[in-house]
């Protein structure tokens, strides 16, 4: 059972990044999936969660400018990121909840001013 991230990279601040999260392999029920980052020097913080019913938790920093998003069907969870900021900047981890918590290997995310 592995989580493989994708669509990290560098991005000019205000661009846009869509950040993927598949789940594979033989997978429990998933309740819930999201997003954490971590940047340098900083503990990693919740960025945008949604469970398998579509309930959507958001960090302050990041309302109105990301959207997460999942297809229940492919245990994949996305993240579209709008109006990037040089904050932003940091490693990306996705997460899923079952009866266990699977983490990815992570995805960097680099926003420069």
């Known amino acids: 059972v592995q989580l493989q991230a994708s669509g990290g990279g560098l991005v000019q601040a205000g661009g846009s990044l869509r950040l993927s999260c598949a789940a594979s392999?033989?997978?429990?029920?998933?309740?819930?999936m999201g997003w954490y980052r971590q940047a340098p020097g900083k503990q990693r913080e919740l960025v945008a969660s949604?469970?398998?019913?579509?309930?959507?938790t958001y960090a302050d920093s990041v309302k109105g400018r990301f959207t997460i998003s999942g297809d229940n069907a492919k245990n994949t969870v996305y993240l579209q990121m709008s109006s990037l900021k040089p904050e932003d900047t940091a490693v990306y981890y996705c997460?899923?909840?079952?009866?266990?918590?699977?983490w990815g290997q992570g995805t960097q995310v680099t926003v420069s001013s």
């Open positions: 392999g033989a997978i429990f029920r998933i309740n819930v």
């Open positions: 997460v899923a909840i079952s009866t266990t918590s699977l």
């Open positions: 949604i469970t398998s019913g579509g309930d959507m």
